[in-house]
């Protein structure tokens, strides 16, 4: 079984902690003057989306995370489950809805996203960085209208609301950073 001692600590890096994954979001080393050093650590369960903030003393071993980062092509939701598919073996993984949390937003039908997978189950969902997605609903643009005049909300195809320049109408595809959900600009062909 890997372990990781508290020198290899780093974002992103994924731990077991009392039965469940974790993931590291923050870690910060600390040597304070008197005493041993540590590591304060902020995780999040894979599991339950939820942060909890740990210290560990300096080289201490972590068992790690036996989870794999795989990339899925989006099939389908029934409702319940979000439906993914291996492109390579046509395997398909369904995902509940804790797991995809904020990529339902993003993704559409046919778009690759990584699937966290542990025990071979979803974990999580992690839509693409960027995304191309079109416009379904806003307030017609008017003539004279510029990149700095302000915003206004635009519904997308997803069913996601951005905010969006005053020059955005309907049926524009635009590309959009996931990761802040906010607009970067419009898509090209």
Excluded: H
């Amino acid at each position: 079984m890997a372990t990781y001692s508290t020198n290899e600590f780093k974002s992103g890096l994924k731990l077991m902690l009392d039965g469940d994954p974790y993931t590291i979001v923050e870690n910060e080393f600390v040597k304070p003057g008197k005493g041993q050093a540590f590591n304060r650590v902020k995780l999040r369960n894979l599991k339950t989306n939820r942060v909890i903030e740990k210290t560990f003393k300096s080289g201490e071993s972590v068992e790690a995370a036996d989870v794999m980062e795989t990339e899925l092509q989006y099939l389908y939701n029934d409702g319940e489950f979000w439906y993914f598919m291996d492109p390579n073996t046509f395997d398909q993984k369904a995902a509940p809805q804790s797991a995809v949390g904020d990529a339902k937003n993003w993704i559409k039908e046919q778009d690759n996203c990584v699937v966290i997978l542990w025990n071979d189950e979803p974990l999580q969902v992690l839509a693409p960085n960027f995304v191309d997605l079109q416009v379904v609903e806003t307030d017609p643009g008017v003539r004279g209208d510029t990149s700095s005049g302000g915003s206004k909300p635009a519904k997308l195809e997803t069913g996601a609301s951005v905010r969006v320049p005053l020059f955005i109408e309907e049926g524009e595809v635009l590309r959009i950073d996931t990761r802040s959900g906010e607009y970067v600009g419009r898509a090209k062909d």
